[in-house]
């Protein structure tokens, strides 16, 4: 299969007038866009950008942040987005760490740059994309400045295409390569698995530093439909402009599909075309679940499980699984079946011994998806990409008799409690069964008996106390996986793709002990 460049330039040839990107008042044609691109490749190159060189940027989606990953990987230079809600210094780490030439950066994110720009080790170019008052060079000005001639520079399909930087939230972060073989070991799946046909429209809403953001970008382009760019994942203005292009696909998080429901201004829009609601990235409660299916009637609904370093999805829990009332309630907690080329198997995290049928244990999988490693990390990447292929997802599950994957949660997140393994994902599920419970996060705190035990941090709707709360969780569980304590407050703490952020929540508890474990 050709690069991903080169799938752009043909959909050009194809249908030159089809809308490729939408995003707010602005559209571009796939002709324009794929001059644009050759523009872009053309003013990184005089930018001194070539093969195997990092661009970042720092921007809220938009239509030149795809302009920027099509025109790099088209000198077999790859960008590199950057997380906008991480602190300037950390936005320094990302630059620095790619050794970035070019650093582009959208209007708002001006001051981030003023604090950091004599920091920066390796950039020479640093681009705004428009804004005012600012020394740097324009975005427009500068793209537009050169012809739209096609670089001489020809695609390895094995060379990296993105290097997406992973949330951090166990360390820095650190920069998974991806290449364009492994997004075109997965993109094909989408017109069978997804159903996308040439006349569907695909929402782009997560952020383009995410990999699903970034992948359904990607995915717009390679199916050669039309592309809606939200700009951020506001829950209203994902509605209205799903009413405003008669958007047909669309990946949301859970937490998103949570706020839709309680947004008086999303009951307004119309929502009808959609077809069909993917949702991942974080577990979903069955509440939320059932809410979502009630207020999107018409549309089919898929779970995905993947992660960064398998470029995205490698599971799908195909609609027909979403009986809500059907013989096999279970059902609905999994993550659903590998991808045709994926290979699953769940081992003991400590030997990789494969563990019985069943049995919880770390999710490794063996996947054409599978990245090409980390940027710079090769004793990181050993650890993660073993020898027979296989990939350590560093998520804990188990599979049943029918290959269907049932997450459990991240490995480093389990609790142990009396020797007792208990995994937070399922007191959480139990948790927003509660009808006064909104959100919540589990975590382990020290006990001097049990090492630790787990304590519920919750957002409350009602006067719900904690006994309450430790009285259902133990009609419905296991009494050792039951929290021990409980704690009320305002919001839970998540990144932007709606992952609690459980070292921020565990971190006041375990000051002063010499490790995370007691």
């Known amino acids: 299969m050709p690069g991903l460049t080169e799938v752009l330039r043909e959909r050009a040839r194809q249908h030159p007038d089809r809308l490729a990107l939408i995003a707010g008042d602005e559209q571009i044609t796939y002709a324009d866009f794929d001059r644009r691109v050759d523009q872009t490749a053309a003013a990184l190159q005089a930018a001194g950008v070539w093969h195997d060189d990092r661009v970042a940027v720092l921007d809220k989606n938009s239509i030149e942040y795809a302009e920027l990953l099509f025109g790099a ?44 720009a004599g920091k920066l080790e390796h950039t020479t170019h640093l681009v705004v994309i428009g804004g005012s008052g600012h020394p740097h060079l324009d975005y427009e000005t500068w793209v537009g400045a050169y012809e739209a001639t096609p670089p001489a520079h020809q695609v390895d399909t094995s060379d990296v295409f993105v290097q997406l930087y992973s949330s951090g939230t166990t360390g820095l ?132 499980y993947g992660l960064t370093e398998t470029t995205g999805a490698i599971t799908a829990l195909p609609a027909e699984d979403h009986d809500l009332d059907g013989p096999d309630p279970a059902r609905l907690r999994s993550a659903g079946l590998p991808n045709p080329e994926c290979e699953l198997k769940i081992v003991d995290p400590a030997s990789l011994d494969e563990v019985p049928l069943g049995q919880v244990g770390e999710i490794l999988c063996r996947t054409p998806q599978n990245m090409k490693g980390y940027w710079g990390l090769p004793d990181a990447t050993t650890a993660a ?57 589990v975590i382990g705190v020290p006990d001097d008996k049990w090492g630790e035990t787990p304590r519920a941090i919750v957002v409350l709707s009602g006067d719900a106390t904690e006994a309450d709360l430790i009285a259902y969780c133990r009609e419905r569980l296991a009494h050792f996986k039951c929290p021990t304590s409980v704690e009320a407050r305002e919001a839970i703490p998540r990144n932007p793709t709606g992952k609690i952020l459980k070292r921020e929540l565990r971190a006041p508890y375990w000051e002063g002990q010499d490790r995370a474990v007691h």
């Open 173 to 304: 972060p650190k920069g998974v390569m991806l290449t364009h073989d492994n997004y075109t070991a997965l993109l094909p799946l989408t017109n069978d698995l997804w159903g996308i046909g040439s006349d569907a429209v695909l929402m782009v809403a997560m952020p383009m530093y995410h990999v699903a953001g970034n992948g359904l970008t990607i995915c717009a382009i390679f199916d050669g439909i039309t592309g809606v760019i939200v700009r951020e994942p506001d829950p209203v203005v994902i509605a209205r402009e799903i009413e405003r292009n008669r958007v047909t696909h669309v990946f949301l998080v859970p937490v998103l599909l949570q706020f839709m429901q309680l947004m008086p201004e999303v009951a307004e829009t119309d929502l009808s075309t959609l077809q069909l609601v993917l949702y991942g990235a974080s577990p979903i409660s069955e509440d939320v679940l059932r809410g979502a299916m009630a207020m999107l009637p018409n549309a089919h609904f898929m779970q995905v």
């Open 73 to 116: 990987a088209r000198l077999g230079a790859v960008q590199v987005p950057v997380n906008y809600r991480l602190a300037p210094d950390e936005v320094a780490y990302v630059v620095n760490n790619a050794q970035a030439k070019v650093f582009v950066i959208g209007p708002e994110f001006l001051p981030v740059l003023d604090a950091i």
């Open 385 to 441: 990409l073993l020898p027979d292929g296989f990939f350590r997802t560093g998520d804990a599950g188990y599979l049943d008799a029918d290959g269907y994957l049932y997450i459990h949660d991240r490995v480093k997140d389990m609790i142990i409690s009396g020797g007792e393994n208990i995994y937070p994902a399922e007191v959480e599920n139990v948790l927003m069964g509660h009808p006064e419970v909104d959100d919540c996060a």
